[in-house]
């Protein structure tokens, strides 16, 4: 693991361990790059972001797998769109 150094918008370093993937995710997501998924239930009535992905196509692939995770876990009327966007916490509303 490489040790990143991560400035954020209030100019304070933030110093972590991560590997080289996820540190490419938190930096295109830090851009606005990152593909997320806004997935929202009715049954519960809760809005989930999946993400960040740096690829539609990693995000098609690995998107049946959430949805199914939130199906057998008892959600209804599930809707999702995908969104190019800069996300942060938190990630359930």
Known sequence: ?????????????????????????VFFNSLGLAWWVRVETKEP????????FLTK????????????DLTEEGSKY????LIRTRKVEPLTT
């Open 1 to 25: 693991m490489k040790i990143i150094f991560f400035i954020t918008r209030i100019k304070t370093i933030i110093i972590f361990p991560m590997s080289p993937a996820r540190a490419f995710r």
């Open 45 to 52: 009535s809760v809005i989930y972001w999946f993400g960040p």
């Open 57 to 68: 196509r990693t995000l098609y692939v690995r998107l049946p797998l959430f949805l199914d």
């Open 78 to 81: 599930i809707d999702h769109r």
